[in-house]
């Protein structure tokens, strides 16, 4: 089963809009991350914002916010006021923290979404 | 400040030939992870290192072998290529694996298998 799931391959979204990005998860480990990394045309990954499974607010980092709903195991990300710049393929990630062989900061990546931002 | 460097940047091979990506982070980071990145599949874990002598399988280690160096340095070696290995691999470091710890990643190598 897909551990991350991004049901979105391709989105289009106004310049100065806002635009949310799907993300649902599927985990039976009580404690772990969420994070969003953004992935430009140049290819480097860049990261965006991280949830914890414990944390009792919504992430924020300047334009970015994580929509986070534990129950319903998902966590979108909004970016609010899209800009040129914002047109990139975004991932999803999970990091399950009970894992065997001290797996670490192990990532599971879903397959994306490519954002498009119209000027 | 380079951060997590990959060599090299791109590469052909010819099926059957190997080759050795490599990768070293500067930021005095535990774990080294080696992802590959398919066109729509998202990045998936290859192998990676917890820890400075450790070294664990990760979702799709077939064909691949790695060695990690030293605490700084983290290789990955194909020893016979397959076409089905044509990606784009990634060589990611973080300090620990707890809380907001963030994945730092190089910028890719490009591997073409003929």
């Known amino acids: 089963a897909q551990k991350i799931t991004q049901t979105q391959p391709g989105m289009f979204v106004q310049e100065k809009e806002a635009v949310t990005l799907d993300c649902t998860y599927d985990t039976s480990d009580p404690s772990y991350g969420l994070f969003w990394y953004k992935q430009p045309s140049s290819g480097e990954m860049i990261f965006l914002i991280y949830q914890g499974s414990y944390d009792q607010q919504n992430a924020t980092e300047g334009r970015y916010s994580l929509n986070f709903q534990k129950a319903r195991k998902s966590a979108n990300l909004v970016i609010s006021a899209s800009q040129l710049g914002d047109s990139a393929m975004y991932f999803c990630?999970?990091?399950?923290?009970?894992?065997?062989?001290?797996?670490?900061?192990?990532?599971?990546f879903g397959g994306g979404t490519r954002l498009m931002v119209k000027p | 400040n380079a951060g997590v460097t990959q060599t090299p940047k791109f590469q052909v091979l010819k099926t059957g030939q190997s080759m050795t990506l490599q990768c070293a982070q500067d930021m005095n980071h535990n774990s080294m992870y080696w992802y590959r990145q398919d066109p729509g599949m998202g990045l998936r874990l290859i192998y990676y290192s917890a820890s400075e002598g450790t070294t664990d399988k990760g979702e799709v280690p077939n064909g691949y072998n790695v060695s990690r160096l030293n605490k700084r340095e983290f290789s990955l070696r194909l020893e016979s290529a397959a076409p089905s290995q044509t990606s784009v691999y990634f060589c990611?470091?973080?300090?620990?694996?707890?809380?907001?710890?963030?994945?730092?990643f190089g910028a890719g190598s490009r591997l073409t298998v003929l």
């Open positions: 990630a999970m990091r399950e923290d009970h894992r065997p062989n001290n797996a670490g900061n192990m990532l599971t």
């Open positions: 990611a470091s973080t300090y620990d694996g707890s809380g907001a710890n963030v994945l730092t």
